[in-house]
RNA sequence: GCCCGGGUGGCGGAAUUGGCAGACGCGCUAGACUCAGAAUCUAGUGGCCGCAAGGCCGUGCUGGUUCGAUUCCAGUCCCGGGCACCA
């Protein structure tokens, strides 16, 4: 029988899980490596093919380092909270418990039919209450460090979702999930003080192996700036004053008026009687404005005065007081100085109110724009002279020396909204006493467990399903006081990814979260593989819990994930045209428009002959009409083209591949292996139904190299010298040597490249040697691991060759005896001569000169200059 | 608008430090095997001119630096991603 990956990939799989091939235990005599992959949300449609791109690169390198004698961490568990889970058992009833045991039943299954090298002992689900009880258990040592607080603040509510949403959730006005409506509501919430780490998540991103985009994204979520608080009294109205944040105190002398930000506490007290009107209706207009409505407006300024104004303490000139949407609460202290001569938003603002601008700072044209950048201080009193870094020193002396104000430093990250108000999360280990304070339940009463429910649904009022169950929510008073209240809210799934890559070091552990002994071998995470989206969120989340960890002294480095990697998408084909259904009416015989016939330059497409609006309509791959040249056509409409699109795979699109249709027509070994060579593995690609063919063949070559079948159909091993030739033995240390280097830079797609080259002159030669055989398979396994061990087995191995040391290149014939050099005249090849490895350049350029094209193309003009690069080429000028 | 990536054959991509552009794979063409097909194997495959030898052009575009540029510099166009009143 020929290479058959049906028969061959279920018994390796079985193998490994019965052998425990790849369990993990402390071993303080060997090195240790920990590969982490970024664990999945269960979703019920399954993996989809991006997974198996991150999954197969850590497969790889975990395989990698174990033949390289590491001791490897390589574990997987299920991120098991989350909305889709809850939003299918308002659908259909069925109990958010039941829905994920289904779908991570679902996911092992998949995962484990691509042979990836977990250590399944160490499976972990954020939903068991083993682990809930730690995540709980975390909570309470925030909550005593101060860390996590509640508070009454503007929350995003989403009332399509029923909950509230981070500001990192909600995009553009819309939430991430689904792309519901947001608003802003005052709310109590469980906040966490991440912002009191903000220095430290900036400043240890430094020594991070991390790529720098991402690096660089958290730096601007973090969003420090160095500035000054500066204290304006507030005229006429004794011991009232209030702090506004600069970045630019240097310019304080051209300060002339100041902003208030409509949600500002003072508004109300200082506001004037005459403009109190004017106030009220403009606050309550940036109330009911959406954010897109605002964001949308950043170029018109709008605001109202209070009719009161403040001291400027360096011109002690009276300047006007104003409110305007265009200064936000929660930057700063929600107050500015406009310095209109030198913000190009304070320019636009004092425009369109005649307010005067003043130059303080010289070197532009204020007739035209704010001059934003550095000069000399002028019309600045003490500051006159002095260029801006020296201006700000000064003026931040003389804020303090006169008390008012300070140099400091803003961040814009803000307090992280750590409560959402649905069922299927962590609830809080917190009891609410009738007199309004609150206390941490007792560790030994942890885990607090979800109450069961038949009615999943939001309560349409701002408060959580929680706050129904009344037997769940009271708990006796053990001083016989009145019953306590538990907490009604529950975590955002990023709580349980926040440490989970600890718990994967000590999953069993019932008296910690973790012990010290395993975190102490295993941390920090040496490699972390996951998307891009989780760039900012997850990450940053996770850093900030670790630190926290830190500090308490349950960890001793500062960061969890040493080096990180972000696989990229893996896209698919999907088919658009338009019609003007517009109410998916079924039974409609709708006018249908190719690309050609659509305006897309609006906000909704038209149809450019009528300016009619149409609808963008999809046709799943299988079903798109090839014509003879290949152009896409409708099915039912075969003058109709239809658009290629190259994206994100997607349900809408219908352009979704599934792993199991893969792996079941070509085997998992070519699904990993296609995965890995389709291009660099940080790089989006399309995914490509030829493509894996390709992948395919090559292991059939694979096969066939070491395998031959008699006549009669029996299979056996090829017959295998004892010594390589010396061709053979070159290749295969060239192979052992590149494939090594590859993988120690992920470059897998060109290992693999140089795998087919191997194989492929390895079929050309008379023998092959047993130990090029060996080799070969060795070199094969941590891609293609079932074809590799099925091989190995039939070389005559009776173990797995999971531990098999991993092969050492010959350095020495790395180097070839003779060396083929190009031969250049003027920068262009002309010929090429072979000389042996290491010869002078005299001998190099002197063989170069003897060539008849040389001297042909110098068509008689004398030599002048001749560059030689040893190994490489000769370049003769003349 | 600002900040990052990235533009290389019909397609995915390769090219270590400025040194033979197009490795490897897909697809395509021809041949071998076959009654035939599939599969497999062999050869070819950037474009143009040429019977050939060979020549010219060619890494988004326009310039520059250099003996030599996919690689460095300046400008410009396109695609993808991130940020978007953060004082």
């Given amino acids: 029988m020929a290479y058959d990956p049906a028969t061959i990939e279920p018994h390796w799989q079985a193998y490994w899980l019965e052998h425990q091939s790849f369990r993990a235990e402390i071993d303080p005599s060997r090195p240790k490596y920990y590969v982490l992959d970024m664990f999945p949300y269960p979703s019920g449609d399954g993996l989809h093919v991006g997974h198996p791109v991150g999954f197969t690169a850590t497969d790889i390198l975990a395989r990698y380092k174990r ?112 792309g519901y409506p947001v608003e802003r509501v005052p709310l109590k919430q469980w906040m966490l003080r991440i912002t009191d780490y903000a220095e430290r998540l900036l400043t240890d991103l430094d020594d991070l192996d991390w790529p720098e985009p991402v690096k660089k994204m958290q730096r601007e979520w973090i969003g420090r700036s160095e500035g000054a608080r500066i204290r304006f009294a507030v005229d006429h109205h004794p011991d009232t004053e209030f702090e506004v944040f600069t970045t630019r105190p240097d310019t304080l002398f051209g300060a002339t008026y ?43 300024k709008t605001g109202v005065a209070t009719g009161a104004s403040a001291r400027n303490p360096a011109t002690g000139e009276s300047i006007p007081i104003w409110i305007a949407d265009y200064v936000l609460a929660s930057y700063g202290t929600g107050a500015i100085m406009a310095v209109p001569g030198h913000d190009q938003r304070d320019f636009e603002f004092a425009k369109t109110f005649d307010l005067p601008i ?26 006159d002279g002095l260029p801006s870094k020296e201006a700000v020193q000064q003026m931040n002396a003389w804020l303090e020396a006169e008390s008012v104000g300070d140099a400091c430093v803003s961040y814009k990250l803000r307090d992280w909204l750590f409560s959402r108000q649905r069922y299927w999360g962590e609830p809080f280990p917190v009891l609410h006493h009738a007199d309004g304070t609150t206390r941490i339940a007792a560790d030994e009463d942890l885990p607090i467990t979800l109450p ?19 037997d769940w929510l009271e708990v006796p008073d053990p001083t016989g006081g009145p019953p306590l209240i538990r907490d009604a809210n529950t975590m955002p799934q990023w709580a349980g990814s926040c440490w989970y890559f600890l718990r994967f070091t000590d999953p069993e552990n019932a008296s910690a979260p ?48 040493q080096k990180l990697v972000n696989q990229g998408m893996i896209l698919g084909h999907s088919y658009r045209y338009w019609d003007d259904n517009l109410s998916d009416d079924p039974h409609a015989a709708p006018t249908r428009f190719a690309l050609s016939q659509v305006d897309l330059s609006g906000e909704t497409a038209t149809d450019r002959a009528s300016g009619n609006e149409v609808r963008e309509q999809w046709i799943t791959p299988g079903d798109v009409f090839r014509d003879d040249d290949g152009t896409p056509k409708h099915p ?24 199991d249709q893969i792996i079941e027509n070509f085997g998992a070994d070519s699904m990993r292996l296609y995965e890995m060579f389709i291009g660099p593995l940080e790089k989006a690609a399309p995914w490509s139904a030829d493509g894996i063919k390709g992948v395919r063949r090559f292991l059939e070559r694979v096969w066939r190299l070491l395998i031959v079948e008699s006549p009669s159909g029996e299979e056996s091993l090829r017959e295998l010298s004892d010594a390589p030739s010396e061709p053979e033995s070159r290749l295969l240390a060239r192979t052992v040597a590149g494939v090594t280097d590859d993988i120690e830079a992920m470059r897998f797609n060109t290992a693999i490249s140089k795998l087919m080259i191997l194989v492929r002159d390895a079929a050309r030669f008379e023998s092959l040697a047993r ?42 014939l790395l180097e070839e005896e003779r060396q083929k050099i190009a031969v250049q005249v003027n920068g262009k090849r002309r010929g090429e001569i ?21 001297a042909k193309h110098l068509g008689g003009r004398a030599v002048q200059k001749v560059i030689v690069v040893p190994g490489r080429i000769v370049n003769i000028v003349g």
Avoid at 787 to 792: G, P, T, V
């Fill in 67 to 178: 033949m390289r004698g590491f001791n490897v961490l390589h574990p997987m568990g299920w991120d098991a909270f989350g909305l889709p889970a809850e939003q299918y058992a308002i659908k259909t009833g069925t109990h958010p418990h039941i829905t994920t045991r289904r779908n991570i039943d679902n996911f092992r299954r998949q995962i484990r039919s691509l042979g990836f090298s977990y250590d399944w002992s160490r499976e972990i689900d954020t939903t068991d209450p083993g682990y809930v009880k730690w995540t709980q258990w975390i909570f309470c040592r925030l909550y005593e460090r101060g860390l996590a607080y509640q508070a009454e603040i503007p929350v995003n509510w989403c009332p399509a979702l029923g909950t509230v949403l981070a500001n990192e959730e909600v995009i553009d006005g819309r939430s991430e999930v689904g």
């Fill in 258 to 300: 100041l902003v208030l930000a409509p949600e500002h506490p003072l508004v109300d007290q200082i506001t004037a009687p005459d403009q109190r009107a004017a106030a009220q209706a403009y606050i309550l207009a940036t109330r009911s404005k959406s954010e897109r409505a605002r964001l949308s407006e950043t170029t018109s």
């Fill in 358 to 383: 003043k130059e303080v700072v010289s070197g532009g044209n204020l007739e035209v724009e704010a001059h934003t950048g550095d000069g000399r201080a002028v019309h600045s009193g003490f500051l």
């Fill in 452 to 470: 069961e429910l038949q009615d999943f649904r939001p309560s349409g009022d701002f408060s959580p399903p929680l706050a129904r169950v009344t």
């Fill in 514 to 561: 973790w012990s010290e002994a395993a975190e102490q071998y295993w941390m920090p995470v040496d490699l972390y593989v996951g998307g891009a989206e989780h760039a900012v969120l997850h990450l940053l989340y996770a850093r900030f819990w670790h630190k926290v960890f830190y500090d308490i002294g349950l960890v001793h480095t500062k960061e969890p994930f």
């Fill in 636 to 659: 039912e409409d075969h003058r109709l083209v239809l658009d290629e699109v190259l994206e994100k795979m997607s349900k809408s699109r219908g352009n979704v591949i599934s792993p």
């Fill in 771 to 812: 130990h090029s055989a060996e080799t070969l398979t060795l070199l094969l396994a941590p891609f293609a691991p079932h074809l590799a061990e099925e091989l190995w087995s039939r070389l005559g191995h009776a173990d797995s060759l999971t531990q098999e040391a991993w092969p050492e290149a010959q350095r020495e």
């Fill in 834 to 854: 072979e000389v042996a490895t290491g010869a002078s350049n005299a001998e190099v350029e002197a063989a170069a000169l003897a060539l008849d094209a040389v």
